[in-house]
């Protein structure tokens, strides 16, 4: 009776662990932090570095001095809100924006609730919509793409292609009069990429990329993401079909902005999106919705990061009301 052994439960476990999961992302990650370093060169290795080290040595102090645990940086999900603050962050922003923001992400958004498996909302959106109210006019100073590989041209300033749009209507432009007057905004140019925006928006092709890895990988479901982009085509080509000279088309509103990004490595976080297929799909359906409203309704051209942010406060709800099944028994809300 002494070998006798009982302990709680799980008592079957599998081979992933927090540190694998979040290498499999910081992997998916690479074609976009490789597509950033090429366009905006010292700029974009800049922001990635300052934001990985305030994000990892923030967390350890906090863990290790305030909360008085044995730190967990090692699971690397520091490094991945480090990560995917820099790739949210204008390329050109001065290194402070991004320690201001990590510290808004780790010491605010994280470790306030009680660190990894706590948090309510996505950490690096916190770091990024406090950087965006608290700092409008570093946070909207975009520029256009230009290869580091190519020597004697000089970065410039521009919109992003959601701004253009949203100022040449309230100018009194249609649609189609804005993307005659702005012939970069081809598709194959918001594929990969010559239009303004977050170092981490510069190329769709590369988010598509990192998007199949963590599929293939199984890190994260279809669901989410899935239900984003088709409730924004959805909804979008209905005000496009309504209105073309008033409205952008679907395919314009899945390549631009933020979409792709936050739509396959924000709202697909573990611990603020909800555990149910069932609850996925609403909550991804709740996102898509709310960015289009605010891209098309509200004051900032783009709305991921507040429609994210949004539905993250609806988690617990849905993880309420519209739980998973239980093992052994036949799905009734899932």
């Not at 950490?123 to 006019?137: E, I, K, M, T, Y």
């Not at 256009?144 to 992003?160: E, K, L």
């Not at 990192?210 to 599929?215: E, N, Q, S, T």
Request: a positive charge.
């Amino acid at each position: 009776m002494r070998k006798l052994i009982v302990s709680p439960a799980p008592h079957v476990h599998g081979n992933e662990s927090t540190r694998k999961i979040m290498l499999d992302v910081i992997i998916a990650l690479a074609p976009s932090m490789l597509v950033a370093v090429y366009f905006f060169g010292l700029s974009a290795i800049r922001l990635l570095l300052v934001s990985v080290l305030v994000c990892v040595a923030l967390e350890y102090v906090v863990q290790k001095y305030l909360l008085r645990r044995q730190p967990t940086v090692s699971d690397l999900s520091a490094v991945v809100t480090g990560v995917l603050l820099a790739l949210n962050l204008p390329p050109t922003a001065p290194w402070w924006i991004a320690v201001i923001g990590s510290v808004a992400a780790i010491g605010i958004a994280k470790m306030t609730f009680g660190g990894l498996g706590h948090n309510i909302f996505n950490p690096a959106l916190v770091g990024r919509v406090f950087l965006l109210v608290s700092f409008p006019v570093i946070m909207t100073d975009w520029t256009v793409p230009q290869s580091i590989f190519r020597p004697g041209v000089d970065a410039v300033s521009g919109a992003t292609p959601l701004a253009l749009v949203k100022e040449g209507l309230a100018q009194g432009l249609t649609v189609d009069q804005i993307m005659a007057a702005n012939p970069d905004l081809t598709y194959g140019q918001m594929l990969f990429a010559r239009a303004g925006g977050s170092a981490g928006e510069a190329s769709a092709l590369a988010l598509i990329i990192g998007f199949v890895y963590l599929l293939a990988r199984r890190v994260i479901r279809p669901h989410i993401p899935v239900s984003i982009i088709l409730t924004v085509a959805v909804v979008s080509g209905i005000f496009w079909l309504a209105d073309p000279s008033q409205y952008t088309d679907p395919v314009f509103n899945i390549l631009t902005g933020g979409l792709l990004l936050g739509s396959i490595f924000m709202a697909t976080d573990y611990v603020t999106s909800p555990m149910s297929s069932k609850g996925m799909v609403i909550y991804g359906v709740g996102i898509g919705l709310l960015t289009v409203l605010i891209r098309y309704f509200g004051s900032y051209p783009e709305g991921v990061s507040f429609a994210i942010l949004i539905m993250n406060s609806i988690v617990p709800l849905l993880n309420k009301y519209i739980k998973p099944a239980r093992f052994g028994k036949e799905a009734k809300h899932a």
